[in-house]
């Protein structure tokens, strides 16, 4: 086989490998192998073919490994395999609890001590709870002031 045809397929199985990069995740062990596959290509032609060959591969590789990877990703936004969808509370997704507005202004005790988060029951229910920074004791009463996102705020009554 030609040295010169030998470097073109080497450069097609690394581009072929990134590709399949963007798709498979492989935690970069592709990435490692295209790398190194285009290395080795631009080795062959730096080493045994010219310089000027080498140098114009190596200007062609640094132009289109980034369009790919961009195509790749740009691609794989709108394929079936990325979640291109928004999940919704008729789909059954909640993402905050309704029940836990309705512990503002409760009172209950720290089952833990809260430092600055931990366990308290309020209304005969063992709930997670965090304060605003403060350290409250075991078994003291503490109020709800506030519930962000699943977050039940309390203080020291």
Known sequence: MNIIAFSILLQLSATVVVIAEIF????????????????????????????????????LDLILVPLIIFWGFKRLGRSSMSLNTCLTSEQGVVSQSKTLKNFIGLTGTAITALRPSGCAEIDEQRVDVVTRGEYIEKNKIVEVIDVTGNQVIVCLQ
Not at 29 to 53: D, E, H, Q, W
């Open 24 to 59: 498979i995740p492989s935690g970069g062990i592709l990435a490692a192998i295209a790398m190194g596959l285009f290395a080795y290509s631009l080795y062959i032609l730096f080493s045994t073919v010219s310089l000027m060959a080498g140098g114009f591969t190596l200007c």
